[in-house]
C-alpha cells in the first residue's frame, strides 16, 4: 500500500483504505525506529501523515471514510479502516485518529435489526454481501471505547454472538478484543434485536427504513447505480440483497473495454462530482419513506473511477420515484434521450443476490421478491456475475431485459419507462397504480392490496407548478396519503 501512495494517481490517491493501511505500516516502522534512528523514524511519521491528509479528504463529516472519491461507506473497508486506524490510535494516541474512530460509529444508522452493515451506497461491485456470513467483517470494538455509542455496541455484541463459532483469524483482533471487554458498560442493558425504525442515514446520505429482517436504503452518492437498495437478513447472517434496479443506455463497445471487464459499458450511475448530479427531493414519515430523483447518469465501465464519465455530459435524464414501507416497496423508472446519441441498447437492469429465481415477471430471492411490470414475462435473462477477475469474487447476477435495440442510436426525445415492486414475504402487495407526467409533474398512484394507499407528486421543474388544485413547490416530492377503499 506505501508504494501506491508513491505514485498517487487516480483511484490510489482518493481511497482512503490504501491511504489509511500505508499509514498504518508507516507508524510501525516510525515507532520501531524510534530508539535507533530517529530521522529515519521522522520520516516515516511525516509520511504517514501524508497518507492521512489524503484519506481525510474523503471522510464524512462527522462521520466514517466513503470507498473512494464521493462514493458511499462500503462495509468491508469499514472494517479496514476501523482496524488499521485503531492500529495508530495505540501507537500514537493521535487526537485526530481518535475523533476518527468516534465518528465512524455511526455507521449504526444503516443496520440491519442483527446489527450487520447494509452499505447500499456503496458501489454495486463492492456489495460482496455474502462476507457478512463468513466472519471476515469484525467490528473494531475500538471505535465503541472512544464513541460509546449504545446501537454499536449492540452491534458488536450481536456480531461477537454471530460469530462465536468461526474460526480464528489474523483479522479478527478487535473482535477478540471485544469479546474479552464484554462486560462495559455500553453492552449491559441491550435489547434482543435493534428496533426498527425510519429515518436518515448520514452514510447512504438518503432515508433508511428497518423492520425486522427487511431493510430499505434510498442512497444518494456517487457510483451509486441506484436511488434504492433493499437487504433480507436474519440474525446469523445477511440472506439476500437488491442492490439496484433501473432503465440504462448501453454504449458500443468500440475499444472492447466490455469485453476485458465484463461489465456492459453504460450510463448507469449516479456521479456526485463537479458538476453535481441533478435533482433529489425525499419524505421520511414514521411508516414510510419516499424519495424521487431526476438527473443525468453518468457514463461508466468496468469498475475503476478512469472509465466513469466525470463530466456528466450524458444524453440521458433519468427519473426514479419510490415509495417504501415494512411492506416492500414500489416505484416508476423513466429514462429520456436528450439528445442524439449512439447507443446500442436501452435495458432494464436488476443487480441481485445469486441464485435468484425467475418465474414471469417475478425474480425471487430469499425473503422478498422483485416484480416486475407484464411485458418483461419471459423476457428477463440472467448475464451471470459482470465484472472483474472472471467476476467469481462478486456474488450479484445481474438481470436484464432490453426495451429496445438501435444500431443507428437514439434520437432526441424517445422515453422508456416501466414499474417496478418488491414485496417482502408475508408483506401486503404494493403496486404501482394510475401514473404518467404533465408538464414538469410526475405523478404515481401506490396500490396497497390493489386499493389506493398512496399518491406520490413530483415536480422536477424550476418553478412552483398548480396540480390537482394544489401548489407544488419546485424540484418537491410530497406524499398524500389516500382513504383506502373498501
Known sequence: CYNMTQTPSGWRENTPNIQIQAAAILTLAAEMWKDTDQEASKKWNNEAQKCL????????????????????????????????????????????????????AIIEQSITSWGQIISISSPWWKHTYDRHNKGERMLSEHILKLSGNPLYARMVQLDIKRNADKPYSGMQRDWLIAYYN???DE????????????????????PILRNDGFNVAMPWRSWCESTVGAVFST??????????????????????????????????????????????????ADDF??????????????????????????????????????????????????????CTRVALWTHISEKAQINGAGISVK??????????????????????????????????????????????GETFATTVSVRRDGGAELKVGAHGTDGAIRYAEILKNGKAYVKLIF????????????????????????????
Open 182 to 184: 464484554g462486560d462495559l
Open 289 to 342: 419513506i419516499a424519495g424521487a430523483t431526476s438527473f443525468r447518469p453518468a457514463l461508466a465501465g468496468p469498475a475503476l473511477p478512469e472509465f466513469i464519465n466525470k463530466k456528466n455530459d450524458s444524453p440521458w435524464l433519468r427519473t426514479d420515484i419510490w415509495f417504501a414501507n415494512a411492506d416492500g416497496m414500489a416505484g416508476v423508472l423513466e429514462l429520456q434521450a436528450l439528445k442524439d446519441n449512439s
Open 459 to 486: 415536480n422536477s421543474g424550476k418553478n412552483v407548478v398548480t396540480y390537482d388544485g394544489m401548489e407544488i413547490p419546485s424540484e418537491k416530492l410530497i406524499v398524500l396519503k389516500l382513504k383506502l377503499s373498501k
Open 53 to 104: 491528509d489524503r484519506a481525510w479528504k474523503w471522510k464524512l463529516e462527522n462521520g466514517p471514510f466513503v470507498y473512494s472519491y464521493g462514493s458511499g461507506v462500503d462495509a468491508d473497508y469499514f472494517s479496514h479502516d476501523a482496524r488499521h486506524l485503531a492500529c495508530i490510535y495505540r501507537i500514537t494516541g493521535d487526537a485526530r485518529v481518535a475523533k476518527a474512530l468516534r465518528d465512524m
Open 367 to 412: 425473503g422478498m421478491t422483485v416484480v416486475l411490470d407484464e411485458q418483461f414475462s419471459g423476457k428477463i435473462h440472467n448475464l451471470g456475475k459482470t465484472w472483474g477477475y472472471s467476476a467469481g469474487y462478486y456474488p450479484l447476477d445481474l438481470l436484464e431485459y432490453v426495451f429496445k435495440e438501435s444500431a443507428n442510436g437514439f434520437k432526441q
Open 187 to 206: 453492552f449491559k442493558n441491550q435489547v434482543a434485536t435493534i428496533k426498527n425504525t425510519t429515518g436518515m442515514s448520514a452514510t447512504e446520505n438518503g
Open 235 to 284: 440474525p446469523d447472517a445477511i440472506e439476500s440483497q437488491l442492490c439496484s434496479v433501473i432503465i440504462t443506455a448501453i454504449e458500443p463497445d468500440v475499444e472492447h473495454a466490455r469485453a476485458k471487464a465484463h461489465f456492459p459499458i453504460a450510463y448507469s450511475v449516479v456521479e456526485m462530482e463537479n458538476p453535481q448530479s441533478g435533482i433529489r427531493s425525499i419524505v421520511v
